[in-house]
């Protein structure tokens, strides 16, 4: 039996996934991909960053890299990440989190792996899907309002133009050559959950058996045999 202390861990890490999946924060980085960069007043520069960004999500095909989650709540999680381009993604949550999420390409999994629950939508439908699209093309749906530029990093702040109230997205690239180093989330509580990679290797092969989401009832039936 789990000591009071661990439970309420348990429950705040979950908690903490769920609060993040729900504003989009894994990759509440790429609503942006789906979206626009709405570029109107900025300079020849900040448009010519603008399209780099562009073209840098286009050109991914694989990902993996260790993350780290923090938010301003005081909760904390770390695991794994891979992306395949289009359609599929998977973030492993290190213990004490028992949180999966993944897309096969057409369907969107989040899965509690201690409780053996799960809940599936059309991958199309959520935000994450936008992550895994076969192209990105920069619109008018998101609002770009600030470019800023330090010490190699870019910084790109940006907001929906339909539904402010969602909140705010940076992502932080670092720059020449640019990478994708961490995203910044803050919601319209104020709530900022901050999301970093680590080490990221681009270009894997990686095998079709990181899509597919746990299926509990053959683990179930496994055991018994």
């Given at each position: ?69 923090a938010?301003?709540?005081g ?129 894997l092969?990686?095998p ?13 039936d496994d055991?018994?045999?």
């Amino acid at each position: 039996m789990k000591s009071p202390l661990a439970s309420r861990r348990r429950q705040g890490h979950i908690n903490a996934m769920r609060h993040l999946l729900s504003h989009f924060a894994i990759l509440s980085l790429l609503t942006f991909l789906g979206c626009s960069a709405h570029a109107q007043g900025f300079n020849a520069q900040d448009k010519a960053d603008i399209q780099r960004v562009e073209r840098y999500f286009n050109g991914l095909t694989t990902v993996r890299s260790t993350f780290l989650q923090a938010s301003s709540t005081g909760h904390v999680a770390q695991g794994m990440f891979w992306l395949s381009r289009p359609g599929r993604l998977r973030f492993e949550y290190e213990e004490p989190s028992p949180i999966l999420i993944t897309a096969d390409g057409l369907w969107l999994t989040y899965q509690d792996n201690e409780l053996q629950q799960t809940t599936q939508i059309p991958l199309f439908t959520s935000p994450l899907g936008v992550l895994v699209d076969d192209a990105v093309v920069l619109g008018e749906d998101l609002v770009v309002e600030t470019i800023t530029r330090q010490s190699n990093v870019l910084r790109l702040r940006l907001r929906q133009r339909d539904d402010p109230e969602q909140g705010v997205v940076t992502l932080v690239f670092q720059d020449r050559p640019l990478s994708l180093k961490q995203w910044v989330i803050e919601d319209a509580q104020g709530i900022e959950v901050k999301v970093a990679l680590l080490n990221p290797v681009f270009g894997l092969e990686l095998p079709a058996s990181l899509w597919r989401p746990n299926d509990f009832e053959r683990q179930a039936d496994d055991v018994g045999r």
